[in-house]
């Protein structure tokens, strides 16, 4: 019988293969957001493939999004839709990814989240962020200094 860490490996490969084959489906167009905006309020954050598959369906949705409160590990790959907006009282938080209630960093997740990151944030991930099991808090401010491509939502 195959060892846990090898099980939780298998587990790993399959669920980076998806989660890679839905981040490499084609963006929206660019076109103005239309309808009532998600509001993305508190979010912990959670499981990347799932934050992934959750992502593709907020650009498909042509809706816009709101990134408010607390958005922290998964969530802050919401971030950089082209529909979406962070508000100005938003603290986000990073850390690297880990196989819930472990410390083990599973290797390309990081990677898998890298490639929704831009300019500063994206510098500060593959610097520091990506390799601390603490969380590293910035302000909406502070994320738009780092990425200036982000918008503010209006308050």
Not at 2 to 27: D, E, F, H, I, Y
Not at 76 to 90: E, F, H
Not at 127 to 138: A, G, T, Y
Request: proline fraction near 8%; hydrophobic fraction near 40%; glycine fraction near 8%.
């Amino acid at each position: 019988m195959p060892s846990l860490m090898t099980r939780l490996s298998s587990a790993l490969v399959l669920a980076l293969a998806l989660g890679a084959g839905l981040a490499s489906l084609p963006a929206t167009a660019q076109a103005q957001p239309r309808g009532k905006p998600i509001v993305i309020l508190n979010n912990r954050g959670g499981n990347v493939v799932e934050a992934i598959r959750q992502r593709n369906k907020l650009a498909a949705s042509g809706r816009p999004v709101e990134v408010r409160g607390y958005c922290r590990s998964a969530c802050t790959i919401y971030i950089t839709l082209p529909n979406a907006c962070l508000g100005p009282g938003a603290t986000v938080g990073f850390h690297a990814p880990r196989i819930p209630g472990t410390t083990i960093i599973p290797p390309i997740v990081d990677e898998l989240m890298a490639q929704y990151y831009r300019g500063g944030i994206l510098r500060m991930w593959n610097s520091q962020w990506k390799h601390s099991l603490k969380m590293h808090k910035i302000s909406a401010r502070d994320y738009v200094r780092l990425d200036p491509q982000t918008r503010l939502c209006r308050k």
